[in-house]
């Protein structure tokens, strides 16, 4: 099956042509398109993208009000907690959402990916939104197309290798100085030249895990041992590559 890439990811690619970073990110490319599973789709779907139905409909025709500093009530934290894999392992209390920080990333993963939106001081469906609430295929549609997007030209840049990456480590372990390194060689660096830093992969990467890590039902939740759903995977090659007919 042909596949088109992602034109930024292509660009990368273009840009690496002829090194062995350029030529492991292809290899991956051709594991992703090779491995990945179908899209997921009826109950498999709705089973894959519960979490995400689950706070869509919470949230609702009416909006779900928000605290003063604009996030999740504590009601609406703990029982967000309680749908989220990422939260499984989760040992410390649940209450506020600043304390529970797998269901903070999850809550602005969702906003990140133009599915819900805070106005005065409460959240709201965007149009993305209701539209994926009542087809969950729609709701696929937007986070895949939605997954790698960022404000910030090097976040973007990141979170297109971190999802290839993520989705071609059986071990869930994302090597992050591989990935700083391809950023540098991509002409990316910190304030006076100095080379990215593993621990700038990571934070994008964190934010990331809460989108991916509540696709389907993670075989790992751990802050740095993260393994991907069959699902997931499925989202980031059709975040990747789509399918030529």
Same mark, same amino acid.
Do not use: C
């Given at each position: ?109 969702? *906003? ?17 939104? *209701? ?115």
């Amino acid at each position: 099956m042909r596949y088109r890439i992602d034109p930024r990811l292509a660009d990368i690619l273009g840009q690496l042509n002829g090194t062995p970073l350029g030529q492991g990110l292809a290899d991956r490319l051709a594991q992703l398109a090779e491995d990945a599973g179908p899209t997921p789709e009826g109950d498999e779907l709705r089973a894959a993208v519960h979490p995400q139905l689950w706070l869509l409909d919470r949230v609702g025709i009416d909006g779900l009000p928000l605290t003063k500093g604009g996030y999740l009530k504590p009601v609406d934290v703990k029982a967000t907690a309680q749908v989220l894999p990422t939260m499984r392992d989760w040992i410390f209390p649940v209450t506020q959402e600043v304390h529970a920080r797998p269901v903070g990333a999850f809550h602005h993963h969702l *906003r990140d990916v133009g599915l819900l939106r805070a106005t005065k001081g409460t959240l709201h469906l965007t149009k993305a939104g *209701r539209d994926g609430l009542n087809d969950p295929a729609k709701l696929w549609h937007q986070l895949a197309t939605r997954l790698a997007t960022r404000r910030r030209a090097f976040d973007e840049m990141a979170a297109l290798l971190i999802v290839l990456h993520a989705a071609t480590t059986p071990t869930g372990r994302v090597d992050t100085y591989a990935i700083a390194r391809t950023l540098h060689r991509l002409g990316w660096s910190q304030p006076g030249g100095a080379p990215v830093l593993a621990s700038d992969v990571q934070w994008v990467w964190n934010d990331l895990w809460g989108g991916l890590g509540n696709v389907g039902s993670g075989a790992s939740t751990g802050p740095f041992d993260r393994t991907l759903s069959s699902a997931a995977v499925s989202l980031v090659r059709d975040a990747l590559l789509v399918r030529r007919v």
